[in-house]
């Protein structure tokens, strides 16, 4: 199972977004960004955490457990038996302006 992690960085410049990541990548472990320029000023960096969860309230819990390391006033959507969804905008990691995080469970 796959979290996906959508991020809307404030720097437009790669090495600096490379460098948010990096403080972000120390608290959830998420891998290598996939970074590109957002149309609205800044970068959109893509990331992609593997889980190995034994049940869905399992994965949905880590989902969870992952988006609170790491930002808080998370806002849930979406149907909670087929896919999470949480988009958030208060971060304690500097230099991250937007995040989505979603879990489906039709790749579980």
């Not at 990331?47 to 994965?59: F, N, R, T, V, Y």
């Not at 038996?81 to 988009?87: A, P, T």
Request: glycine share 8%; net charge neutral; aromatic share 8%.
């Amino acid at each position: 199972m796959i979290l996906n992690i959508s991020l809307v960085l404030e720097t437009e410049k790669e090495k600096n977004a490379r460098v948010v990541v990096s403080r972000l990548n120390k608290v959830i472990s998420a891998g290598t960004p996939v970074l590109e320029r957002y149309h609205k000023g800044g970068t959109k960096a893509l990331l992609k955490k593997g889980m190995s969860d034994a049940s869905w309230p399992e994965a949905m819990l880590t989902g969870l457990t992952v988006a609170q390391s790491f930002g808080r006033a998370w806002t849930i959507y979406g149907d909670a038996q087929e896919e999470l969804n949480l988009v958030g905008a208060e971060f304690s990691v500097v230099g991250i302006n937007w995040c989505e995080i979603s879990l489906s469970r039709k790749d579980f």
